[in-house]
């Protein structure tokens, strides 16, 4: 595939601030702030996070979000949101947003969908409408949304697939690519504005050596950053890590990583170990939503009715908004047993705010050489099962 080594950057800025091993902490310049990474994104599929206001969003820690184009495009649609002012100005969202293209629902939702060179033909899970996304048309939506962070439309993939299978998504995504990047750079909205960015995405499974051909094709074409998707999408977390550290040596280190869709708060202390950068996953609120709260190292199910007359917040050291407020795990539970909305609500919060603090602690280790002494405390925790709920290993604030 013809290369463009020669383009100038899309101007997007990030600037590494500190290493400790594999593990970095950055900083992301975008038109509407500042993102300090490593960092998570809570998932707004359809523009805004289920249960929390913008301004909640950023109490809890947050410094940006993620909404699904293929969502927004099916219900409000991408031009009536252009024509009502923009993403960030109906959600009242004040700072950068990251939108996904509608590659993952490629994948998710491929009983509705047909795919060709061109690019997918979707019949909406709403209503069955037809409409085709293109590598083009996924670029002009994003730039109607208003992201700071756009993604080329890719080819997901659930694993295991076959090889041969895995290898045509792979250079299908390569292909789209290209023409993402023309589109891109042929609108003058975002070529010529700053704070911008366009990320690719590198595919080809859990095979090393298409990831590794992917990474490469990708870096050649000066992407303002790299994404690492069609992984935890069914291969295991052990298989998932051996692919980042098979991918993440062949993506340039002045560039963000984004990894997709992941994940557990242990896949996220490993995958900073392995040299990520960004985050998204919808775990934190949904589950929020069915009463799992993540505490310390684990989880807990406020359903259990051995939470019944537990007067304890859900974590001592926490300072979200349930736990600050000192809402017990006895009154969550019967929140969640009478089918209050206001349980989902706390939940998601904690379950946010404790995400976020995850982050921000990796953070402060790699900036204080801790983090393998702090992902070895973190595991060990993990271990321990529903104890080790209890402990969060802590690192001073720098």
């Known amino acids: 595939m013809n290369s463009s080594q020669t383009d100038a950057p899309l101007p997007l800025a990030f600037a590494l601030e500190a290493e400790d091993g594999l593990g970095r902490a950055g900083c992301l310049t975008l038109r509407r702030g500042r993102v300090y990474t490593p960092a998570f994104m809570p998932v707004g599929t359809a523009g805004s996070i289920k249960g929390v206001s913008s301004a909640e969003l950023v109490a809890d820690g947050a410094e940006i979000m993620l909404a699904n184009t293929y969502h927004l495009m099916v219900r409000m649609g991408a031009e009536t949101i252009a024509r009502l002012g923009g993403l960030h100005s109906l959600n009242r969202w004040t700072k950068p947003i990251l939108t996904d293209s509608g590659g993952f629902q490629v994948m998710s939702l491929a009983k509705l969908r047909t795919l060709n060179e061109e690019g997918v033909v979707f019949a909406s899970h709403l209503d069955g409408?037809?409409?085709?996304?293109?590598?083009?048309?996924?670029?002009?939506?994003?730039?109607?949304?208003?992201?700071?962070?756009?993604?080329?439309?890719?080819?997901?993939?659930?694993?295991p697939a076959e090889r041969e299978a895995v290898?045509?998504?792979?250079?299908?995504?390569?292909?789209?690519?290209?023409?993402?990047?023309?589109?891109?750079?042929?609108?003058?909205?975002?070529?010529?504005?700053?704070?911008?960015?366009?990320?690719?995405?590198?595919q080809g499974g859990t095979d090393t050596r298409l990831r590794q051909e992917s990474a490469e094709t990708l870096v050649a074409q000066n992407f303002a950053g790299y994404a690492i998707g069609g992984l935890a999408?069914?291969?295991?977390?052990?298989?998932?890590?051996?692919?980042?550290?098979a991918t993440v040596p062949f993506l340039p280190a002045h560039k963000p990583r984004y990894l997709m869709g992941v994940g557990t708060p242990s896949d996220l202390v490993a995958s900073v170990c392995r040299g990520v950068?960004?985050?998204?996953?919808?775990?934190?609120?949904?589950?929020?939503?069915?009463?799992?709260?993540?505490?310390?190292?684990?989880?807990?199910?406020?359903?259990?009715?051995?939470?019944?007359?537990?007067?304890?917040?859900?974590d001592e050291t926490c300072g979200c908004v349930a736990c600050g407020a000192g809402y017990s795990r006895a009154w969550l539970h019967h929140l969640f047993r009478a089918g209050e909305i206001l349980g989902a609500v706390l939940l998601t919060r904690h379950n946010l705010f404790h995400y976020q603090r995850l982050i921000r602690?990796?953070?402060?280790?790699?900036?204080?050489?801790?983090?393998?002494?702090?992902?070895?405390?973190?595991?060990?925790?993990?271990?321990?099962?529903?104890?080790?709920?209890?402990?969060?290993?802590?690192?001073?604030?720098?």
């Open 233 to 245: 999408v069914g291969e295991g977390q052990a298989a998932m890590l051996e692919t980042l550290e």
């Open 277 to 314: 950068d960004l985050f998204d996953c919808v775990l934190p609120t949904r589950s929020g939503r069915t009463a799992l709260a993540f505490v310390g190292c684990g989880t807990i199910n406020l359903r259990n009715a051995r939470h019944k007359d537990d007067l304890r917040p859900l």
């Open 167 to 202: 290898e045509a998504a792979c250079l299908r995504s390569l292909r789209w690519a290209e023409r993402a990047r023309r589109a891109w750079q042929a609108d003058s909205r975002v070529s010529e504005s700053t704070g911008y960015g366009l990320f690719a995405i590198v």
């Open 361 to 398: 602690t990796l953070r402060r280790a790699i900036c204080s050489k801790q983090l393998a002494a702090f992902a070895t405390a973190f595991a060990a925790g993990e271990q321990q099962g529903e104890r080790g709920a209890e402990v969060f290993p802590e690192l001073p604030e720098l």
């Open 129 to 159: 409408k037809k409409f085709l996304l293109t590598p083009e048309s996924a670029i002009e939506a994003q730039i109607l949304l208003g992201a700071e962070v756009a993604m080329q439309l890719d080819e997901c993939m659930a694993l």
